[in-house]
């Protein structure tokens, strides 16, 4: 059983940057594909980015692609999660999340381990 603990979450300001990261408790999940998901209040839970175990292939949301990046070390057992350009609608609680695929899939169902995630708000 894999357990990912998240970490980095706050309050900041439109047009802030923040870095997510998230720890999985058996040092190492390099096996896995992670992934980031969110959910704002009265929403689903919706797909952010994802990246394969090698870290050789990434996937991004269309409303992240260019502010957010997404990367692992496996040596370190951590997935982080740059988030560069914050507006009010990236406002959500952040899920760290691991699957057994071998693409960086968008779908949630493909994940199997879920962190408790960490609350990012963005508000002037």
């Known amino acids: 059983q894999v357990q990912l603990v998240e970490s980095g979450g706050g309050l900041v300001q439109p047009g802030d940057s923040l870095r997510l990261s998230c720890t999985a408790s058996?040092?190492?999940?390099?096996?896995?594909?992670m992934a980031w998901f969110r959910q704002a209040p009265g929403k689903e839970r919706e797909f952010v980015t994802s990246?394969?175990?090698?870290?050789?292939?990434?996937n991004y949301a269309y409303s992240v692609k260019g502010r957010f990046t997404v990367s692992r070390d496996n040596a370190k057992g951590t997935l982080d999660l740059q988030m560069n350009s914050l507006k009010s609608d990236d406002t959500a609680v952040y899920y760290c999340?691991?699957?057994?695929?071998?693409?960086?899939?968008?779908?949630?169902?493909?994940?199997?381990?879920w962190g408790q995630g960490t609350q990012v708000t963005v508000s002037s």
């Open positions: 990246i394969t175990g090698n870290a050789g292939s990434t």
């Open positions: 999340a691991g699957g057994q695929t071998d693409w960086p899939t968008p779908t949630r169902s493909a994940y199997d381990y």
């Open positions: 058996i040092g190492t999940a390099s096996h896995l594909t």
